[in-house]
């Protein structure tokens, strides 16, 4: 991540880190605009990105577990992930 730069860096580890927890990300975006280590812009593009990270992962856990629900939700998870990513 360090290779990357402050801002690329820490949007790529906010879409890793999603992988996990989108909402921990998140919150501890808020905590490092806070304390001045990152800029709000910055972490808002980090933190929309781990948001449409959230959206592949309801897809990857909807395939393994209902895959044929995929069709029915699918409209929803592309609006959704369209919306986290355009934001």
Do not use: H, M, Q
Not at 32 to 38: H, P
Not at 40 to 65: D, I, P, Q
């Amino acid at each position: 991540v360090r290779v990357l730069g402050a801002s690329l860096g820490l949007i790529a580890g906010a879409a890793a880190g999603a992988f996990v927890s989108s909402t921990v990300v998140t919150a501890d975006l808020g905590g490092r605009v806070k304390r001045g280590e990152t800029t709000a812009v910055t972490a808002a593009s980090a933190a929309s990105l781990a948001a449409a990270v959230s959206v592949g992962r309801v897809v990857l856990f909807v395939g393994v577990t209902a895959t044929p629900v995929l069709p029915w939700i699918a409209p929803a998870l592309v609006a959704g992930a369209i919306s986290f990513v355009a934001t």
